[in-house]
């Protein structure tokens, strides 16, 4: 796990922010939003989006599917029910087609269409997973440093104070420390 605090790099995140970057569920996180890598239609699915809606129960599938469909690039708030965080952010990301079709535009708009939620709900704290790199294809190594770059972004004007990244596998993990290691270095 990395955690970076602003007491120990003020240079890098706001006065009040923390990140954290661990390996885990995202379904057990504790915090006001954890972020669904969702689909067009919000009906549920394999992968990340699969795990939250079985944690949530059918009470999610209700009502993330009566606010669906949901644009690639945008995300939608329901309650998260009976999963430990307060609500969770559909966020729709792009499936990988060599890059050419916009994809790290609309993978990026995911992020901040999930931190700009996060901010007008006044939530201190938000769980994301490596949207778009299971089913969707997308190469883990430029989503991760798409997600990086755009939330320590969003991080430095945003109430919000702990972002966490919750990765599957440990590849998964060491992408994004090396993603947030780049970040560092620019």
Known sequence: MLFVDSKDDSSLLNMHSSLELLQGDITTQKVDA??????????????????IHRAAGPELVRASRALGPCDTGDAKLTPGYNLPARYVIHA???????????????????????????????????????????????????????AIDTIMTALETSSVEKVVFVCFDRKTLKAYQ?????WTAT
């Open 34 to 51: 954890i972020v669904n890598a969702a689909n067009r239609a919000l009906s549920g699915g394999g992968g990340v989006d699969g795990a």
């Open 92 to 146: 729709v990301g792009p499936v990988w087609q060599g890059g050419e079709k916009n994809e790290p535009t609309l993978l990026a708009s995911c992020y901040q269409r999930a931190f700009e939620i996060a901010n007008t709900q006044q939530f201190k704290s938000i769980a994301f997973p490596s949207i778009s790199t299971g089913a969707y294809g997308y190469p883990l190594a430029k989503a991760a440093q798409i």
């Open 178 to 182: 090396k993603a947030y290691q780049q």
